[in-house]
């Protein structure tokens, strides 16, 4: 009966609606799990840790399947390892090393914070350059690499994620679409997925270590992320992913700003301005790129204008068939 309480169910119905973002977008979980569970009332360094250790989990399936299908990247991958492996480890004893008590709490809240406003950057950006089209089709599975860039990126992205457990997904994705724009999308989502495996265990592990894990947040965190993940997933040919990563940089926007100490009047209304005047913002931004201001369903790949059909003898096809590449078909 301990398992049927309010608070187990709550972190049931977020990790589940959590997982489904992250199964249509394949990115958020952290940036969007860890404020969550602080909304909900558990400390900061408990939600990290709790997090991480679901976490671990969860993309240890996804990855599986990657590897089944021999599309990571391997080589990448190792040089991302390299360099985020030990900085993520060390994430929780520098939270160690700050204080304790409310200082420590503080500390990682604020940290959150930064972590989820450079996490909406990241997002924004990546809309963007879909947008623009900039990113070549992804025609290489195995592009020159580029090993310091590519450590100095593992380095950030495991600091990051160690202290936040924020940026696994978000921040290394859109690092890699800059470093290397003509890898694969399956190559690309391959490679961010067997990296982060040993990224999050070795961040998960340092969090055990030092704060240890509460079984009554980490098992509804699994139980409801596996499912929703799952969802989302099947879900991802019928809902705008890009609508949603632009609702999710919204949110995570104005939860960073909470986060370090932004008055809530504020935060309300920068909020508002958002949701009021950044659907307009965007459909202009769309116009400059010779798109239309606004889109409507959405299949496969493919983006077609509001009440619009596909263009006789066009047929959606998947982002891996695509090469992961921004669709340039005039009917857009």
Not at 308 to 327: I, L, R
């Amino acid at each position: 009966m301990d398992w049927l309480t309010q608070d187990a169910m709550a972190l049931l119905a977020v990790s589940f609606a959590v997982g489904i973002v992250v199964g249509l977008t394949g990115m958020g979980g952290g940036a969007l799990m860890t404020p969550a569970l602080i909304l909900l009332g558990i400390p900061p360094t408990a939600a990290v840790a709790n997090d991480l250790v679901a976490a671990a989990v969860n993309k240890s399936v996804g990855a599986a399947v990657h590897w089944k299908h021999g599309s990571p990247n391997v080589k990448l991958a190792g040089l991302l390892i390299v360099g985020s492996v030990p900085f993520a480890f060390a994430g929780a004893f520098i939270i160690d090393r700050v204080g304790a008590g409310e200082t420590q709490q503080q500390f990682v809240k604020l940290a959150i914070g930064i972590a989820l406003l450079l996490t909406a950057v990241t997002f924004i950006s990546r809309v963007y350059f879909e947008l623009r089209g900039s990113r070549p089709p992804g025609t290489d599975p195995n592009p020159k690499l580029r090993p310091i860039a590519t450590v100095l990126v593992g380095m950030l992205g495991g600091l990051l994620v160690g202290i936040t457990s924020v940026g696994a997904g978000s921040l290394i994705m859109v690092s890699l679409l800059l470093l290397y724009p003509t890898l694969t999308a399956v190559r690309l989502v391959g490679t961010d997925l067997l990296q982060a495996i040993p990224l999050v265990v070795a961040a998960a592990v340092s969090h055990v270590i030092v704060t240890g894990v509460t079984w009554s947040i980490l098992i509804p965190l699994i139980i409801g992320g596996v499912p929703g993940t799952f969802l989302g997933a099947q879900l991802a040919s019928w809902v705008p992913p890009g609508v949603i990563r632009r609702g999710i940089a919204i949110v995570l926007s104005l939860t960073g700003l909470a986060m370090v100490g932004v008055p809530p009047v504020t935060v309300g209304l920068i909020g508002a301005g958002a949701v009021v005047l950044g659907p307009v913002l965007w459909g202009a931004v769309r116009r400059m790129h010779g798109e239309p201001a606004f889109y409507g369903a959405v299949l496969g790949r493919h983006e077609w204008p509001l009440r619009a059909e596909p263009p006789h003898g066009k047929t959606p096809v998947n982002e891996a068939e695509q090469g992961g590449g921004a669709s340039h078909d005039p009917a857009r």
